[in-house]
């Protein structure tokens, strides 16, 4: 089991860019799946990319070519890059972690949630 921080979120114009952050507790982070997803209001939980801990990355269509994750394992640490926001993207932003080393979309799939951090977007 790990513990996981989210920050990085806050207020943007459509277009600009915001870096999320997940910090992971625990000494196994490299063996972790990662994965990003986001929660609007009234809307369910949904999956948004994944990494592997050898770096195998994959995103949903929505965001190919806007968002980039990636990981730092010495600093047990996964990162979003989000660029050319648009107001679509404007959610809570939960990160999550499994031990495997396989990707996984599916929410369920699963076993370690972040409180989340608030991403909104301006029109």
């Known amino acids: 089991q790990v513990q996981l921080v989210e920050s990085g979120g806050g207020l943007v114009q459509a277009g600009g860019s915001l870096k999320l952050s997940c910090a992971a507790s625990?000494?196994?982070?490299?063996?972790?799946?990662m994965g990003w997803f986001r929660q609007a209001p009234g809307k369910e939980r949904e999956f948004v990319a994944a990494?592997?801990?050898?770096?195998?990355?994959y995103y949903t269509d929505s965001v190919k070519g806007r968002f980039t994750i990636s990981r730092d394992n010495a600093k047990n640490t996964v990162y979003l890059q989000m660029n050319s926001l648009k107001p679509e993207d404007a959610a809570v932003y939960y990160c999550?972690?499994?031990?495997?080393?396989?990707?996984?979309?599916?929410?369920?799939?699963?076993?370690?949630w972040g409180q989340g951090t608030q991403v909104t977007v301006s029109s």
């Open positions: 999550a972690a499994r031990l495997t080393a396989l990707l996984y979309t599916n929410k369920h799939s699963y076993t370690d």
């Open positions: 625990g000494r196994t982070f490299s063996s972790y799946a």
């Open positions: 990494i592997t801990g050898s770096s195998n990355t």
